[in-house]
Every structure is written in C-alpha cells, then in structure tokens.
Nanobody, 122 residues
C-alpha cells in the first residue's frame, strides 16, 4: 500500500530554519506540501514533479522555502528558511499518481501523510 510519513517538524524561533522530510512508499509520484493553521483553511505550499525538474511555490514562501527530492531514498524535502510566525501550521505531504496538474489544488492528490506540526515562536 501507499504510505507517506512526514518527519522533521518542531519548534523554531522566527528567522530560523527547519527541514521537513516525507518518505514515500508504494509508487512513483509527483509530490506536494500543504499546510493548515488553526482556524484557517488548508493551503498549498510547494510541489515538485517526479523527476524533480519542475517546482512550484505559493507566493508567500518564494525565496524562503525550497522543495526537493531524492528518489534513491524515496524522500521529498521541504527546506524552510527565514521562518515567520505566520508559517506556523500542520504541514502535510501529498502524492499525485498521474503527474502535476493544478498543483495547488488538493483534489489533484491521491494520498496524504498524517501531518506534522511546525511551530514558530516570536
């Protein structure tokens, strides 16, 4: 079966950095990261094609976050730098079976991780 397991979350001071990892088993996928803060709707963060040649970012994280992948390790990463309090949320890893189309739409994704908390203190 397909499984996605996130790790690397935690507590960071504003301006600090954190790297999230998502280990994917059961297939080859395009991948996305989403996040949801308390009282807010889920929003897209970033996405990457299966081969890693195409990446996408929501405007609020451009220049600060980097999505990457190491297919030999079946792992997708989200490097988060210059973290702000507004980045605080539960972050979710998601997998798309057919390739990215409307990358920011959660309905395009077939499998989801359980989510991992990122807390940013001021």
């Amino acid at each position: 079966q397909v499984q996605l397991v996130e790790s690397g979350g935690g507590l960071v001071q504003a301006g600090g950095s954190l790297r999230l990892s998502c280990v994917v088993s059961g297939g080859a996928f395009s991948m996305g990261w989403f996040r949801q803060a308390p009282g807010k709707e889920r929003e897209s963060v970033a996405a990457i094609s299966w081969g890693g040649s195409s990446t996408y970012y929501t405007d609020s994280v451009k220049g600060r976050f980097t999505i990457s992948r190491d297919n030999a390790k079946n792992t997708v990463y989200l490097q988060m730098n210059s973290l702000k309090p507004e980045d605080m949320a539960v972050y979710y890893c998601a997998a798309n079976k057919r390739g990215l189309w409307r990358w920011s739409d959660p309905k395009e994704y077939d499998y989801w991780g359980q989510g991992i908390q990122v807390t940013v203190s001021s």
